[in-house]
Nanobody, 123 residues
Framework: QVQLVESGGGLVQAGGSLRLSCATS????????MGWFRQAPGKEREFVAV????????YSQDSMKGRVTISRDNAKNTVWLQMNTLKPEDTAVYYC????????????????WGKGTLVTVSS
């Protein structure tokens, strides 16, 4: 089993950037597809991006399209989400997630979750 801890959230002005980190412990992160999701106040959780064990990447076609980059370093057991040109509507709790299964899509969720980090974008 893997444990996930997100960091890097905070308050940023619209147009700014943030880099979220997800540190894993327990079983090595290289055994998992790693993803980022977000949940805005009063809204359902939504998929942002996933990076598979193979390194293959899928981004959501809706949320944050073209403004985020997911990356991983298995030696450091860390996954990052670089977010640029942030908008007030990006305000949400961002969750790191992991899944050992070789699924074609993780948009509906993953097996293991962190507790999230809050990103607030001011206008």
């Amino acid at each position: 089993q893997v444990q996930l801890v997100e960091s890097g959230g905070g308050l940023v002005q619209a147009g700014g950037s943030l880099r979220l980190s997800c540190a894993t412990s327990g079983r090595a992160s290289g055994n998992y597809a790693m993803g980022w999701f977000r949940q805005a106040p009063g809204k359902e959780r939504e998929f942002v991006a996933v990076i598979r064990r193979s390194g293959g990447i899928t981004y959501s076609q809706d949320s944050m399209k073209g403004r985020v980059t997911i990356s991983r370093d298995n030696a450091k057991n860390t996954v990052w989400l670089q977010m640029n040109t942030l908008k007030p509507e990006d305000t949400a709790v961002y969750y790191c997630a992991a899944d050992p299964r070789p699924l074609s899509s993780f948009s509906n969720g993953m097996m293991f979750w962190g507790k999230g980090t809050l990103v607030t974008v001011s206008s």
